[in-house]
């Protein structure tokens, strides 16, 4: 079985401020990763995803997630966000043997203040 | 806009009576899943059907069930509704493979009252 776990339920910055919000996983087999984002009374969007090789990756409006296996973490980071990223955010794992469903961790809502 | 349709939008219905949530998903995906958002169990997934057969199944009562049409569509049908059933179901498609990326509709937001 697999599980996500997003350590912050709600995360406050300041517009133009950096950010991070969290993600954990447990699984014991290989995975992929993926953190979607939904703006109020919209379905989720992808906004990136982690197959396989460099472990840094990019996804759409500068976000950018880092997988580390040792630590079983995929944190989402954006170096400066604007009052437009107010959404929740949902990490995602999934495996291709499971018929490619996704299992969500609870969701982090990132609130931009002015 | 991901590709993938819902109808109907929005639909309030009372206790003990049954609904039907329609799902298109994008063209050419053959894979359809069912999720169910609410705010004490957050996103789960329901069902996932795959060119007409069901492929995996996840926390889904048995009072709901779920079939996939040869023209892809699917219909999830919700009976003997209960208040707790309140919540945006959302269906999502993707092609067949691990690491595809699912791409979800606008939501089906049942209120059971």
């Known amino acids: 079985a697999q599980s996500v776990t997003q350590l912050d339920s709600q995360v406050p910055v300041f517009e133009e401020a950096p950010v991070e919000l969290r993600c954990n996983y447990s699984?014991?087999?290989?995975?992929?990763l993926f953190w979607y984002v939904q703006y109020p009374n919209q379905g989720l969007q992808l906004l990136l995803k982690?197959?396989?090789?460099?472990?840094l990756v990019k996804g759409i409006n500068g976000f950018e997630a880092e997988f580390n296996k040792s630590q079983t973490s995929f944190h989402l980071r954006k170096p400066s966000v604007h009052i437009s990223d107010t959404a929740e955010y949902f990490c995602?794992?999934?495996?291709?043997?499971?018929?490619?469903?996704?299992?969500f961790g609870g969701g982090t809502r990132l609130m931009v203040k002015p | 806009d991901s590709g993938v349709t819902q109808t109907p939008k929005h639909l309030i219905t009372a206790t003990g009576q049954r609904v039907t949530l329609r799902c298109s998903p994008r063209?050419?995906?053959?894979?359809v899943y069912w999720y169910q958002q609410s705010l004490d169990q957050g996103l789960q997934f329901l069902i996932q059907?795959?060119?007409?057969?069901?492929?995996a199944k996840g926390n889904i009562l048995e009072r709901f069930s779920a079939q996939q049409f040869p023209d892809l569509h699917s219909e999830l049908n919700l009976s003997s509704l209960e208040l707790g059933d309140s919540a945006l179901y959302f269906c999502?498609?993707?092609?067949?493979?691990?690491?595809?990326?699912?791409?979800f509709g606008e939501g089906s937001w049942l209120t059971v009252v």
């Open positions: 999502a498609s993707s092609a067949q493979g691990g690491g595809n990326t699912i791409y």
């Open positions: 699984s014991s087999v290989s995975v992929y």
């Open positions: 982690y197959l396989s090789g460099s472990t």
């Open positions: 995602a794992v999934g495996r291709g043997n499971a018929g490619n469903m996704l299992t």
């Open positions: 063209s050419g995906d053959l894979s």
């Open positions: 059907y795959y060119n007409g057969e069901e492929r």
